[in-house]
């Protein structure tokens, strides 16, 4: 639908993440799979070939394959703010897969919805927000309109 | 025929060669950049044009105070939190450090690694700013940010619809977002 009939969020990093070290923002992979379905052929040969090298790359991710009867060969993506994303592979090539974990793994578990404000920051104001009054010379004695015959003319009325 | 003479009439008054309108000096098609437009009781303000006296070694004194004060603060490095205006991605951003960046694009780095923003335009601290024309040298000021997440954007929807004409056509927009953590400004302790 439109932005304003769908959910919205601010931008943010969970826990602060990049201001000291960068953590990997993905806990666990469960690969579901069939074993003899056609749908699962590409997740198979990405099994036999790129599941350990990914693995290794990215050792703070918890890999789970588990072969099922299923229809639909699924990927299920955990995150460490808790939020869980499942991607349905289903007649993808095994070159597809890689990219689609790519993706996963570079991803936070925030919400994929629109984002108010491409920026956010803690600090807004560093040389003191501006009002009306600021960069103005302070006046001696008290504020009074400048002619004394208007005064007058708005007395005789 | 009178009308023709009356349309006559007007486009010669109307000419651009009319001399009370554009003074002697001006050509409407030159390439000088002088008197562009021409000069009436609005251009300038009735009250006399007051000039403030030009005292050329007042100016060099307090310039030369200024400089010596914000080399003296950036030397002894007790200025406290920097904020820097820098050109990145098309856009320009005004940036702290510790604070958030979206960029509608692919940057060319993974995940957890480091970025230099070299095209800087204004650092500031509380007490003085500098401003780059346009570009603040590399030397003076290194703005460090971290990659911290590719993803892709929200399903954009494009819809073209003509009422009445049978025409629609729907599409969905997925742009990669890349999303940068400014790390630290760091301003070098030597001025010019």
């Known amino acids: ?157 | 025929m009178a009308l023709c003479r009356g349309a006559g009439l007007l486009l010669r008054t109307l000419l651009p060669g009319n001399p009370l309108l554009f003074p002697a000096a001006c050509r409407t098609q030159s390439s000088v950049s002088g008197v562009l437009v021409p000069w009436t009781s609005l251009t300038s303000p009735p009250w006399p044009e007051q000039m403030p006296p030009v005292c050329e070694v007042e100016d060099a004194r307090r310039q030369a105070a200024v400089v010596s004060t914000v080399n003296g603060s950036i030397e002894r490095q007790d200025y406290g939190r920097l904020f820097a205006v820098v050109h990145f991605a098309s856009r320009q951003w005004k940036v702290t450090g510790e604070d958030l960046i979206l960029i509608e694009n692919h940057v060319e780095a993974g995940c957890g690694e480091t970025i230099r923003m070299e095209k800087v335009l204004l650092v500031g601290a509380e007490d003085f700013t500098l401003v780059g024309r346009p570009l603040l040298g590399r030397d003076l000021v290194r703005v460090e940010a971290t990659v911290i997440e590719k993803t892709e954007s929200w399903p954009k929807v494009h819809m073209r619809f003509w009422k009445r004409h049978r025409y629609q056509r729907k599409m969905i927009i997925v742009q990669p977002q890349t999303v940068l953590r400014i790390n630290s400004i760091e301003l070098a302790p030597r001025l010019s």
Not at chain 1, 83 to 106: A, D, P, Y
């Open chain 1, 1 to 157: 639908m439109t932005s304003r009939g769908t959910p919205s969020r601010f931008l943010q990093s969970v826990l602060q993440n990049g201001v000291g070290r960068y953590v990997c923002q993905l806990k666990r992979l469960s690969i579901i799979f069939s074993k003899n379905a056609q749908s699962s052929l590409g997740i198979r040969g990405f099994i036999e070939e790129g599941v350990v090298d990914y693995a290794k790359y990215n050792p703070s991710t918890v890999v789970y394959v588990s072969p099922q009867p299923c229809r639909i060969p699924k990927i299920v993506a955990e995150y460490l703010n808790g939020n869980v994303r499942e991607e349905i592979v289903t007649g993808k090539t095994s070159i597809q897969i890689s990219e689609v974990l790519t993706k996963l793994t570079n991803q936070s578990g925030l919400d994929i919805i629109r984002l108010r404000k491409p920026f956010h920051t803690d600090n807004p104001s560093i040389q003191g927000q501006w009002h009306p009054f600021t960069n103005r010379p302070p006046c001696i004695g008290p504020i009074r309109p400048q002619k004394q015959d208007a005064e007058q003319g708005l007395s005789n009325i």
